[in-house]
């Protein structure tokens, strides 16, 4: 969730691991650095359209210069231990794929329902916990949840203009958040819906 736009980015790796992790940070507008002698096909196609720059060689602790944050993505533990010591002789966050003690900061897993992200963590425990409570939520939380978010946010900007006690305009803001609230947008604006909220705490109630 971190504003990446214009920011160097650095992955050291080339293989599935290293780019999987494009997608988001390309999402949040970083300008991504990938260094590695070689690298999968997702990495070779966002070279050729220049999405990426792509450093064909071994790492060396020069790349992670000017980088506001460097994730070690290679099947080596050596050079994934020289990436991080790079990165903390030059102040630059780190991750080091599943090696929690050389973290900075973890991917968490992320439902993405529009403007609505819901990020799971379990600071490099157990990934695959995190991975099978995604799934949960996803089906919890469907799409209609994304255009609920983008209507009450326009809403919320309408309160937040108008000349009313900071008391009214909390109330206003907390009916706007309130299951009521997604009941009648869900009525309004998708008629086939059945109509229930899927909520962790409707879901007590079965």
């Known amino acids: 969730m971190l504003n990446l736009k214009g920011r160097k980015c650095v992955i050291v790796g080339g293989g599935k691991v290293a780019a999987g992790k494009l997608s988001g940070l390309l999402s949040r507008g970083a300008e991504i650095e990938v260094v590695s002698p070689q690298a999968v096909r997702p990495i070779h196609v966002r070279a050729r359209a220049r999405t990426l720059t792509w450093h064909r060689r071994v790492f060396a602790p020069g790349d992670v210069r000017?980088?506001?944050?460097?994730?070690?993505?290679?099947?080596?533990?050596?050079?994934?231990?020289?990436?991080?010591?790079?990165?903390?002789?030059?102040?630059?966050?780190?991750?080091?794929?599943?090696?929690?003690?050389?973290?900075?900061?973890?991917?968490?897993?992320?439902v993405r329902r529009g403007p609505l992200q819901i990020a799971i963590s379990t600071n490099g425990?157990?990934?695959?916990?995190?991975?099978?409570?995604?799934?949960?939520?996803?089906?919890?939380?469907?799409?209609?949840?994304?255009?609920?978010?983008?209507?009450v946010g326009k809403l919320r900007s309408g309160i937040l203009d108008q000349k009313i006690s900071p008391k009214k305009r909390r109330?206003?803001?907390?009916?706007?958040?309130?299951?009521?609230?997604?009941?009648s947008f869900l009525g309004k604006h998708n008629p086939q819906s059945s109509a229930v909220l899927r909520s962790p705490s409707r879901k007590r109630r079965k």
């Not at 990934?127 to 799409?143: M, N, S, T, Y």
């Not at 109330?171 to 009941?183: D, G, M, T, V």
């Open 171 to 183: 109330e206003r803001l907390l009916q706007l958040a309130s299951p009521e609230a997604f009941q």
């Open 66 to 110: 000017g980088a506001f944050l460097v994730i070690a993505a290679t099947n080596s533990s050596e050079v994934n231990g020289a990436v991080f010591r790079a990165c903390r002789a030059q102040g630059v966050l780190c991750n080091s794929v599943d090696d929690p003690e050389h973290c900075d900061f973890f991917y968490p897993a992320v």
């Open 125 to 151: 425990n157990l990934p695959a916990l995190a991975a099978r409570l995604r799934k949960e939520l996803e089906e919890q939380f469907g799409e209609e949840w994304g255009d609920w978010v983008e209507h």
